[in-house]
């Protein structure tokens, strides 16, 4: 059985990816320290798989820690590296606790990566590396220009991936897959795991799970005069499990030595944009419950409108998103109520 690691495997995405690698076979080692997440998660992970999967609660910064836990569980397939801070806010109020966390728990995976002889490397990038994009640049390729981040947290984004374009291009014992997340939401369908925010949630769907069960008064719909059919920001929502899903098809490419480059980059969406005033409307539409609202000003640094050419994923990784947007928010609204349930 082939081992994998998986920094920041407590987190939202990282835990839904180590239940799909765990039901595809793969034996998962989450390194995680619950800097942003939660212990209970692994036995979510474990009702749903009926595997508990090997737990460090280290920080991927210590090299010390990291070479410790790879002596003791090698030999290791890949690594998926989930583990980075990710609040756009914080990260313009504190940029360096940003680089600092980003780039040297990077640049450590990389080096366990080559020192331990790994086949994989799969690193989990965003769509924030497109800026706002051009007019008519929509839907977004892997090849749109990058535009310059507008945050230090997109800016640790873009820098590593061009740490691993060139470490990668210069020659590497191991492959690397990056993969750009367009918005992910949603919960795993067994309401055991799913989004985990703390305090005032800023992404849209937490926080529309929040206003439709009372513990927020409204959601604030940031802008509806905005260059859109309805005025309201377009993005492209993926579904947390199909997400998942993709980092298994990106790892057993690398680890059946299937990928010919040393590095490749894939976008991961629907394809679709869906607006903020159409997510709260499907939002009542599957789950029968109300979401209290206001129209707003715009948010600062919003971009319009973006949404993913998810071609090249279909192609060479045989991965497409198949859940309905109703079906998700209906797993985001079902996890919304057990979280309700336990406070
Ligand atoms: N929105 C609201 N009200 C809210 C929260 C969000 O109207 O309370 C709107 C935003 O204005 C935006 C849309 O919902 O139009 C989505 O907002 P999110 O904050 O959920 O997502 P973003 O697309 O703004 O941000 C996401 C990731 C970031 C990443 C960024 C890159 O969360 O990590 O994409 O574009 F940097």
């Known amino acids: 059985m082939k081992k994998i690691i998986l920094t920041g495997g407590c987190g939202f995405i990282g835990s839904h990816t180590c239940v799909e690698l765990q039901n595809a076979g793969y034996q998962v080692v989450i390194i995680d320290n619950l800097s942003n997440s939660e212990l209970a998660v692994i036995d979510g992970i474990s009702r749903i ?49 940003y680089y ?33 994009p051009d007019e008519g640049n929509n839907p977004v390729t892997e090849n749109t220009p990058i535009k310059p981040a507008t945050s230090p947290y997109g800016n640790t984004k873009q820098i590593c991936e061009e740490i691993l374009t060139d470490t990668m291009r ?16 949603g919960a ?24 439709a069960a009372g513990i927020r008064k409204e959601l604030n719909v940031f802008g509806n005069d905005y260059n859109t059919p309805d005025g309201s920001c377009i993005r492209d929502y993926i579904d947390v499990c199909d997400l998942a899903n993709a980092h298994v098809k990106a790892m057993t490419r690398l680890v059946e030595d299937r990928q010919k480059e040393p590095v490749d980059v894939f976008n991961l969406g629907t ?8 997510l709260v409307r499907t939002f009542e539409q599957a789950t029968g419950v109300k979401v209290p609202y206001r129209i707003v000003g715009r948010r600062q640094g919003d971009i319009e409108q973006i949404w993913g050419c998810v071609d090249k994923a279909n192609k060479v990784l045989g991965w497409s998103a198949v859940r309905p947007l109703a079906e998700t928010l209906k797993n985001a ?3 919304q109520i057990k979280l309700n349930n336990k406070n």
């Open 188 to 211: 795993h369908p067994s309401s055991h795991i799913g989004e985990l925010p703390r305090g005032v949630p800023q992404n849209l769907l937490p926080y529309v799970c929040q206003a």
């Open 271 to 278: 394809g679709h944009g869906v607006s903020v005033l159409e």
């Open 100 to 132: 600092r966390n980003n780039l040297i728990s990077l640049m450590n995976m990389m080096q366990m990566a080559q020192e331990f002889k790994l086949k994989g490397f799969v690193f989990s990038s965003s769509c924030t590396v497109y800026g706002e």
């Open 49 to 97: 798989t009926g595997v508990r999967p090997t737990f460090y609660n280290k920080d991927c910064c210590d090299l010390v820690a990291m070479r410790t836990i790879f002596q003791q569980e090698s030999p290791i397939a890949g690594i998926v590296h989930f583990a980075a801070s990710k609040a756009v806010n914080e990260s313009v109020q504190n940029p360096y606790k």
């Open 170 to 185: 210069a020659g590497a014992a191991y492959k690397t897959i990056l993969l750009r997340y367009f918005n992910p939401i």
């Open 333 to 335: 609204w079902n996890w």
